[in-house]
């Protein structure tokens, strides 16, 4: 991950383009200014990504903005991490079994108790 800074603390009035006017007045050149937003609300989440040109120079820029006041709040400013690999296909379960009844993953949903014994039924003569 070359030249990729984590911008963290951010205002949630902060947008990208608030963001890249920071670097453009501190004369470090991006390549790529990304604030990082919430899927349902689209409201920042108070973090960004920035990707610095070839030519910028990281350990400058890192020092330069990390504790630098933006939108009243101090910035900090580190290299970017990797992202994790993550492993799908977990979580959710139940499925289908929400439908029957007594309820899928909760134990019943009738309010009984399992260790309890039931009575035999009887059964009419008509039965036998």
Do not use: H, W
């Not at 390549?31 to 400058?60: H, Q, T």
């Not at 309820?103 to 003569?125: A, L, Q, V």
Request: charged content about 30%.
């Amino acid at each position: 991950m070359p030249n990729k800074l984590f911008v963290g603390n951010l205002s949630f009035n902060v947008g990208d383009t608030e963001l890249n006017e920071l670097f453009a007045s501190l004369n470090i050149p991006t390549a790529n200014v990304k604030v990082m937003r919430d899927m349902d609300s689209g409201r920042s989440r108070g973090f960004a990504f920035v990707e610095l040109a070839p030519e910028a120079d990281m350990a400058a820029a890192i020092k330069e903005l990390n504790g630098k006041v933006l939108d009243d709040r101090p910035l900090t400013v580190n290299e970017a991490r990797p992202q994790k690999q993550r492993e799908f296909g977990g979580g959710g379960g139940c499925g289908a079994k929400r439908n029957r009844v007594g309820g899928g993953g909760g134990g019943g949903g009738r309010g009984e108790d399992k260790n309890r014994k039931r009575p035999k039924r009887k059964r009419g003569p008509e039965l036998y």
